[in-house]
């Protein structure tokens, strides 16, 4: 008897732990549960400089009073940026003109020309979608650690990261993060945040 008792207790913490670590088991990775965090409390990004692929300068602030889909990139990236830019062409051709799109790189080598590159790759075309760094490693820092992205050089000249395509309202704040390829969660929450 005591065992089976014993058996139940271990049983329910077990499922209290998990419970609690998945956040009522909707979260079943860090990842998940970093996208719901951000979902249920918006978060403020960094105003850093911003240069892109046209050599424009400009501030993360300038897009304050609308919508913009973000996604962090390499511009050498050899598979998951691809699925991004992919997944960018596929939004330019459906958003509305007031909702830009931006490729932010992480990578401190991607200059103009890299920046150019990726642009030309993907058909990004500035102003409505724009390819940028951010100069100032402090500055890039600062805004991966707030957006929750992680990037490990990877030890042959690129990274490993993690990635997704990133809603930020019209206050500048990141309030929801998608899977790389779900367009259609972006289009469905840009109509929630402009109706």
């Known amino acids: 008897m005591r065992a089976a008792l014993a058996t139940v207790v271990v049983a329910g913490l077990g499922a209290a732990a998990f419970w609690w670590g998945t956040e009522g088991g909707m979260a079943l990775t860090s990842e998940a549960a970093r996208r719901l965090d951000i979902a249920a409390a918006p978060r403020m990004l960094p105003d850093v400089p911003l240069y892109d692929q046209t050599s424009a300068k400009l501030q993360l602030s300038d897009y304050r009073g609308a919508p913009v889909v973000l996604e962090f990139i390499y511009a050498t990236c050899p598979d998951v940026c691809l699925t991004l830019g992919t997944a960018f062409e596929r939004l330019d051709a459906v958003l509305p003109p007031g909702v830009p799109l931006l490729s932010l790189s992480f990578d401190p080598a991607d200059g103009l020309q890299r920046l150019g590159w990726f642009a030309n790759r993907h058909g990004a075309e500035a102003p ?18 707030r957006a929750g992205v992680v990037v490990i050089p990877d030890g042959v000249g690129g990274f490993v990261h993690n990635a997704g395509l990133y809603l930020i309202d019209g206050k500048g704040r990141l309030s929801r993060v998608f899977d790389p390829e779900d367009t259609k969660g972006v289009l469905d929450a840009l109509l929630v945040i402009e109706g």
């Open 128 to 145: 409505h979608w724009r390819v940028a760094g951010v100069k100032d490693p402090k500055a890039r820092a600062a805004l991966l650690e």
